[in-house]
């Protein structure tokens, strides 16, 4: 990939854009920032052009050649979306072919089943963190709603009592489990291994959810005690079908691009030699494109297929998954040519050089510094991408298991107090029938609850491995 690398950062800041001085690039960083947000969300700018105009002012505020300022940036949007692109497309056609062949309802009709009332809660969050693995967030969110508002008034439940662990389920996901844009964009940046973050992220993933999930959830229907509102009800994907894929199919359509990342993972630790041809194979696939592609051509057999679909179906399908991510696809790069701006600038170098005489670790330093960009922008995507540009060079001396964790706590910050500039804010608010207080008090909290777990644990297990 055309990069500047972070080995050539930390060695020499080389070819900067600017050579502006330390108290310039960090009013010119704020100034960026400061553009990007008011765009957002005074201007309702959508994020790709907000994040393409905030880069181009960030250069100028640091004193930078206008051509370079565009170089740059357009140089880290094609290197993004070279280094994500396809595998967010092949995870979007994956999650349509999920939701369209009925294997989503599958697993949800069958888990239910099986749950007791007591155990409802944790059979939502297993719903939730299972359909979550492969779907965006938004995407989920729409899957989910129908099955925790059915489940709520069937059961006569509160509404949070269910719906919260759904949320956490899938929010947990989304900021710390690849193949979600957010942590690929970060592993990318910061040079991580997939696989060990993958596995690290699930170790983080697991007491996180519990605790924002099922365990909040008794703490949110005290405080907020609605019933799911009738008018939210929509018709289920699997309603107009005749049959739909088994639960075992489904399952393992799903997991397979997770087993074979994990297990490069797994080979890259017991082999450790580069050469061996097992390690090789593994290397092939366990890489994310192949994992993912494996796992789309297989779910054409395993979930295409029994739903009764034709080719043109499965074609169909196919184009119907990839065209709602066009947005999402531009607003990734667009983040991609704000980290390289940033970079280019020299301000990951600035961070490096000031955080040397600061006792605050690495990766709270991360954590924090998404958690401020989350908090202004809204967008736990935007955070993540920006946050791995700024802390890059900060990877280039740590370990590749410290690496992870670096882009965990990044993605921990990125979720940080979801509140009125946050798409997902609001499409809570309309699907549950809350209002903007009931959605601060149970929402809101809950994404809190997650980043400050997360980031905890991430830290915790700096200091064990």
Do not use: C
């Not at 009738?230 to 489904?250: Q, W």
């Not at 192949?290 to 789309?296: E, H």
């Not at 802390?391 to 979801?418: C, E, N, W, Y």
């Amino acid at each position: 990939m055309t990069r500047l690398s972070v080995e050539m950062l930390a060695a020499d800041p080389v070819e900067p854009i600017t050579s502006a001085g330390h108290a310039q690039l960090g009013i010119a960083v704020l100034a960026g920032i400061a553009v990007i947000v008011l765009l957002i969300t005074k201007f309702k700018m959508h994020a790709f052009l907000a994040l393409t105009i905030g880069s181009l002012a960030l250069g100028a505020f640091a004193g930078a050649p206008l051509d370079k300022a565009i170089t740059s940036f357009t140089t880290g949007l094609g290197s993004t979306v070279a280094g994500v692109g396809v595998l967010i497309a092949l995870g979007a056609i994956l999650g349509k072919l999920l939701a369209d062949s009925g294997g989503a309802d599958q697993i949800v009709d069958t888990i239910l089943a099986k749950a007791s009332p007591r155990s409802m809660p944790w059979a939502m969050v297993l719903i939730a963190s299972v359909i979550g693995l492969p779907l965006f967030f938004e995407v989920g969110i729409v899957l989910l709603i129908p099955v925790v508002l059915m489940v709520a008034k069937r059961g006569n439940y509160s509404l949070m009592r269910i719906g919260i662990p759904a949320l956490a389920g899938l929010s947990v996901m989304h900021g710390l489990i690849p193949p979600h844009p957010g942590p690929l964009v970060a592993v990318d940046a910061l040079k991580a291994n997939l696989g060990l973050t993958l596995a690290l992220g699930v170790l983080v993933a697991i007491p996180t959810v519990v605790i924002a999930g099922p365990l909040f959830s008794k703490v949110a229907a005290r405080w907020v005690d609605v019933q799911a509102p009738e008018r939210m009800i929509p018709a289920r994907p699997s309603e107009d079908l005749e049959k739909r894929p088994g639960f075992g199919a489904t399952l393992a359509t799903i997991l397979l691009p997770v087993v074979l990342m994990l297990s490069k993972a797994l080979v890259d630790i017991v082999v450790d030699d580069p050469e061996h041809t097992v390690q090789r194979v593994f290397d092939v696939i366990g890489s994310p494109l192949i994992a993912l592609l494996a796992a789309v051509i297989v779910g054409m057999f395993t979930l295409g297929r029994p739903a009764g679909f034709t080719r043109e179906r499965l074609s169909s399908t196919v184009e119907k998954g990839l065209m709602p991510i066009a947005g999402i696809l531009l607003i990734v790069g667009a983040g991609g040519g704000f980290k390289q701006t940033l970079i280019d600038s020299g301000v990951g170098q600035m961070i490096l050089d000031i955080s040397k005489d600061w006792s605050i670790p690495a990766l709270l330093l991360a954590w924090l510094i998404a958690v401020a960009i989350r908090l202004a922008t809204g967008s736990a995507t935007v955070a993540t991408i920006s946050a791995a540009g700024l802390v890059a060079p900060l990877a280039a001396d740590m370990s590749s298991t410290h690496t992870a964790l670096l882009v965990l706590a990044i993605g921990a910050g990125s979720l940080f107090f979801s509140h009125v500039n946050d798409a997902g804010f609001w499409l809570v608010k309309e699907y549950f029938g809350l209002s903007v207080g009931q959605t601060l008090k149970t929402w809101s909290v809950m994404e809190t609850i997650i980043s400050v777990v997360a980031g905890g644990l991430v830290l915790l297990l700096s200091l064990i491995i």
